[in-house]
């Protein structure tokens, strides 16, 4: 079961939140929280597979980030701060504190400059699929050139679908999984099918991290880290293993022919990796 959780963040923007329900005989007491961060373009939705287990031994929920899903879509801002902000009203309107936080790209760089402010308020972290170093101007407009080449809007979702399924546009491969994923974030308008965000609202987010270096930030993480990459994703196994390295309790993980969207794409193997480091992380 899925509750939505309306609620307010940083600078008064409205934010939604889904809580899973998990349904565990003999666990009363306070599980242990959960905040599960979408990367850019995604929506809370997308953890649906990784919620389910993680509800078994969890109080779970899933952020839709400013700007995305059903969350306020006009927000003031997109900065760093604000989205850091974001996360430090959801931990203390719900009581989730020390979390364990889980996030994804965009959500995952949150998920780690929280930790890194707020110590005693995170108990782990699971990083997926996001660089510590900057990307660059090349790397940017490249994003950007392919964010504004979608064909909006779809005549139908099943278009939306096969559209992004074709092929990564870096690795140019056909990957179904990815035309769902995307699928989730279309919405139906006058027109046809198009976001659930804004566009410019997301280039903007972007380009509040993308020419900036995060080793700093990473390295004043002090709760246990896992670093996990998919081997046909982003993040390459070298700078990987260098954030394990930097982090204080740092370890590595990857998922052998998965992309950027690991935790989406290869459920099964992505429960194998996270949770028996969660298991040891709340129980060291």
Not at 24 to 30: A, E, R
Request: glycine share 12%.
């Amino acid at each position: 079961m899925v509750r939505r959780i309306d609620m307010t963040g940083a600078g008064g923007v409205r934010l939604v939140a889904w809580e899973y329900e998990g349904t565990v005989p003999g666990s009363g007491g306070l599980r242990p929280g959960v905040l599960l961060l979408h990367g850019l373009l995604g929506r809370g939705s997308h953890w649906a597979g990784s919620a389910g287990w993680l509800a078994e031994r969890h109080r779970v929920i899933a952020l839709d980030q400013r700007g995305h899903g059903s969350s306020e879509r006009q927000a003031a801002s997109y900065s760093r701060a604000a989205y850091v902000g974001d996360v430090h009203a959801v931990v203390e309107s719900l009581g989730l504190g020390p979390v364990v936080l889980i996030g994804h790209g965009l959500g995952a760089l949150t998920a780690w400059q929280f930790a890194a402010q707020c110590p005693e308020s995170v108990r782990a972290l699971v990083i997926s699929d996001m660089r510590a170093s900057a990307l660059g101007f090349a790397a940017q407009r490249e994003w950007v050139d392919w964010l504004r080449g979608w064909p909006l809007p779809f005549a139908s979702l099943a278009e939306a679908e096969k559209w992004f399924a074709a092929g990564d546009p870096w690795l140019a491969r056909p990957n179904p999984a990815r035309g769902a994923y995307y699928a989730e974030v279309m919405e139906r308008a006058g027109d046809g099918w198009r976001p659930v965000f804004e566009p410019a609202h997301m280039i903007t987010s972007r380009e509040a991290w993308v020419h900036d270096s995060h080793w700093d930030e990473l390295g004043q993480v002090a709760c246990p880290t896992l670093v996990l990459r998919g081997t046909e994703g982003e993040l390459g196994r070298a700078e990987a293993q260098e954030m394990v390295r930097v982090l204080p309790r740092g370890q590595y993980a990857e998922l052998r022919g998965a992309g950027h969207l690991a935790h989406y794409e290869r459920q099964e193997a992505w429960r194998e990796a996270v949770e028996p480091f969660l298991a040891g992380a709340l129980t060291s």
